[in-house]
């Protein structure tokens, strides 16, 4: 698995998850009173900084990401940290 990467592209700026090597993936963006703003389990849907891809972006700050996964064996693994987001 390699790690959680957030990419700035020309204008806009999307976080998305680079994953190789797994059988399933959940990923959960949460803000900061745990209200679930993103969630998906395909690996290659980036997060645009808005809420439930409802176009209006969410105000600057730290939201917190949840991602389980299964790896190659078939083992459950949890990532959990935080994206910082400023525009």
């Known amino acids: 698995f390699r790690r959680v990467l957030f990419r700035s592209v020309s204008q806009s700026r999307y976080w998305r998850v680079y994953a190789n090597n797994i059988q399933s993936i ?3 963006i949460v803000n900061r009173f745990g209200e679930t703003v993103f969630r998906t389990d395909n690996p290659e849907k980036a997060w645009l900084g808005d809420k439930n891809e409802n176009r209006f972006y969410l105000e600057d700050g730290t939201y917190f990401y ?4 299964k790896d190659e064996n078939g083992d459950t693994q949890k990532m959990v940290g935080s994206v910082n987001m400023m525009r």
Not at 66 to 69: C, E, N, Y
Request: hydrophobic share 70%; charged share 15%; net charge negative.
């Open 66 to 69: 949840i991602i389980i996964f």
């Open 26 to 28: 959940d990923i959960t």
